[in-house]
DNA sequence: TCCCGGCATGTTGTGTACAACCTCGGCCAA
DNA sequence: TTGGCCGAGGTTGTACACAACATGCCGGGA
């Protein structure tokens, strides 16, 4: 047996710490981000803990890394509540995301490679779907899943972490405000997005890819505070 | 007694739970950025808990933190360890470091106060003692408040918390280089930044501001790599 | 009727014991 | 001599009990 030697962790019912907590942090991110909790929720630890069937102690672990991104807030002898994001912090995420998003382009781009331009195929695909039948959730989910993919084209480790932190930061207050805009509209605009980061991929070009990205962002902002 | 009221979190002696935390992870953060405990130091949670009189759990909390910032990294029966920069993360976040410090000017800067410009006075007068009897933990020990000077500035909250995260990510390399720079050089070159930081301050151009920082940023960082 | 003080209840913060795990040294056998 | 096994010691991860704290209700007094 030349290949399972000493290794205790490779058993794969058997998660380590590291991974248990990646997974209850991705699932509870993923429950704010989509509204699954909205803003003011309180997230009681002892029923998180009985729901994922561990103690309370690796609650309180994801817990306090959310609370130090901002999307929850622990207050003493109340609760772990989720926290509502207010149009300063709005105003400024965004705008630094917007360079952030740009400075992808430029800032050690990663070689555009024939399986990139795959997935960005499929994710067009998936665009069209969402267009033929606009989903508020669906678009949230494929938002999230292209934002990643995004983060991928990026060589910079540093410039992803904190985009993706910014990203998670205020990516649900454009769930609380789709029931005031034009699903349709945005959809639409999304699936254009989408066609022309493809394109750029496709002509080899990761600085175009991003400037359109930027642009986006920009207009995607200015339908959110305007309309709302 | 009209002040006073209701108010059972205001005795000066008892620090509420989120003052003790913000506390000891700015020791350890400190501590770990003037190489008082330099990479690959272990950081037994029992030494200190016993240290700082508490139990193990809120050391915990700001080591999970520590952890998420990549200052420390916590493995499995051994120990939690202080991690070391290697090259790649140190190109990409000072590369990413340089574009937020141009942003620092442009994004929503703060106006620029007489008491901010008092304060650039002093770091002036601070630095030129420094150059005088150059040492390189008071030089360390500068930075950092100058950095913390430069972070109020900057009127973005976003671009300020990731500036910082970022800032003290990278911070202990230089004081690890420095035996092998020259400290009058360096003392020198950073007491040139104050002064053009003061300068542009009182001339109410904080953009002008950050570009002189932006370019001291690049050329510390090309001194760090070529000369070590 | 209104105000206010105390208590019951539920929550997060802390302390502590134990489980899971890694490292290192000694010991035995080839 | 050398290779590997294995057990002791020490560390982080987890579970649980209790302390600290906030809130809402209830009852009494003005």
């Known amino acids: ?3 399972d030697a000493r290794r205790p962790a490779a058993e794969p019912g058997r998660l380590s710490a590291e991974e248990r907590f990646r997974k209850l942090y991705a699932e509870l991110r993923g429950r704010i981000c989509l509204l699954d909790y909205p803003p003011g929720t309180k997230l009681g630890e002892e029923a998180l803990a009985a729901e994922f069937g561990v103690s309370r102690t690796p609650v309180r672990r994801v817990l306090a890394r959310l609370s130090d991104e901002g999307l929850v807030e622990a207050r003493h002898g109340v609760g772990t509540i989720v926290t509502d994001v207010d149009a300063r912090e709005l105003s400024d995420v965004y705008a630094l995301r917007m360079e952030l998003a740009q400075l992808a382009g430029t800032l050690s781009p990663r070689p555009v490679t024939a399986a990139i331009r795959a997935e960005a195929r499929d994710f067009v695909d998936r665009s069209e779907t969402l267009v033929a039948r606009p989903d508020p959730r669906d678009f949230a989910t494929l938002n999230m899943d292209f934002f990643d993919f995004g983060l991928r084209l990026c060589g910079n480790a540093a410039l ?16 609380q405000t ?3 805009l034009d699903l349709r509209r945005e959809a639409t605009s999304f699936a254009q997005e ?7 991929l496709d002509a080899d070009d990761p600085s175009a890819a991003a400037l359109v990205r930027r642009a986006h962002i920009s207009m995607s902002y200015r339908r959110l505070t305007t309309e709302a």
Chains 1, 2 share one sequence.
């Open 1 to 3: 047996m030349p290949d």
């Open 194 to 200: 989408i066609r022309q980061v493809a394109a750029a």
């Open 160 to 175: 992803a972490e904190t985009s993706e932190r910014l990203y998670y930061q205020t990516a649900r207050i454009w769930l």
């Open 178 to 180: 789709i029931p005031r």
